[in-house]
């Protein structure tokens, strides 16, 4: 593992251009050490050590994109993760809304990029009147929740999604927010396979190359904190002042700033050592912990954490393809079914699926409970109420 504070020496080392504007002025700002393939989960019993690959955040002066820096793509992500109760709700809720403000959409075309987690909006559009388009054809509405990021090169994916929107429609984009990711010290979001990190500023710097203009944008609380961004093309497009208010918050968190981004790894090895020493204090006073999710967050948490089995023995999921396994680096911790943690009756349950605390908490009470502690690991780790 590296130390904390060193960082790629990139123009010495490497020539890399901005996967969103090609530019060739890019700086690595965040450096987290050689990590696993975060949802490649091997067989429980499958020795280490995993294969890693460096995971830093690289800045572009340009457009301001925050990015994975210089990395080849890793081994095909295998989807083993069921959808949540939270996000299946958020799908149905956002269709609503998004026809009750736009109900010409109605019996609209509509396209939509999936993503490999799942989460579509294609059933409650259809059922709403909607129609898929065919290939080729252009739609009313296009749809992109959180699935741009796995795709390396983020300007060229973008430019796909403006080539699939009609004159006049709307193109719908969600996607995990780079100021709450800032601000709330979520590092362990930052994994192999979600190659770009993104801000509204640098949105809106990059669809103004592909003849797009953002409209409008809410804030929701998916992943710890999402934008949904609706944009059209530019000729057609209205900004509302919604647009100005995030723009707003964001420059006053510096987020376009590689020296203030470059402070959240110092708050990363921070936190990961303050997980560490609150699991440690737990352990010596006889307390028995417990995780409770297996998501692609949980690598990087648990391995700058330097958490293994001997602080938490095992960890439970909701998807049955996971059971079996384990979470992949050097914590080595096994993925077992929810019952198992109901039938240990743990003294302290470790949420690593932290964005849907309040998800678990109440599935896990949903009895009564036992007079389990929840102990929340981000922005540092703090016990969460029932």
Known sequence: ??????????????????????????????????????????????????????????????????????????????????????????????????????????????????????GSWLEHLSAAGCRPVGNGERADLVIDVHGIVHEPQYGDSLRLRAQRLAPGGLLVMEFHH??????????????HGHWAYVSLRALRN????????????????????????????????????SVDVVLEDEDAAGIADEVQLGSLQEAAWHAAGALHDELARHKAAGRTVVG?????KAPVLLDLSKVTTDLLPFTVDLAP????????????????????????????????????????????????????????PLPEPHERGR
């Open 206 to 241: 990059l669809v103004a190359l592909h003849g797009l203009a953002v409209e409008s944008v809410k804030q929701v609380d998916m992943f710890g904190g999402s934008l949904m961004v609706m944009l059209r093309h530019t000729a057609d497009a209205k900004p509302d002042a």
């Open 178 to 191: 780079l100021l709450p990711l800032f601000i709330g010290n979520q590092f362990d979001t930052i994994r």
């Open 1 to 118: 593992m590296v130390k904390q504070g060193t960082l790629l020496n990139s123009k010495a080392e490497v020539s890399f251009k901005c996967r969103g504007c090609a530019a060739e002025n890019v700086v690595p700002v965040v450096e987290l050490g050689p990590q696993p393939c975060a949802d490649l989960f091997p067989l429980a019993d499958t020795p280490g050590p995993d294969p890693r690959w460096p995971l830093a955040l690289w800045l572009c002066r340009v457009c301001t994109l925050v990015q994975l820096g210089p990395v080849a793509a890793q081994i095909a992500e295998e989807p083993l993760a069921v959808e949540s109760a939270t996000s299946r709700a958020h799908a149905e809720e956002s269709v609503k809304e998004i026809l009750s403000e736009h109900p010409e959409l109605s019996n609209g075309t509509v396209f939509e990029f999936t993503s490999p987690h799942g």
């Open 321 to 376: 393809g996971k059971h079996g396994r384990r979470i992949p680096g050097g914590c080595m911790v096994p993925i077992r079914p929810v019952e198992d943690l109901k039938a240990a009756r743990p003294d302290v349950v470790l949420v690593l699926t932290w964005d849907i605390a309040d998800e678990i908490i109440a599935q896990l009470e949903a009895d009564g409970g036992w007079g389990t502690t929840y102990l929340v």
């Open 292 to 296: 409770y999710g297996a998501p692609s």
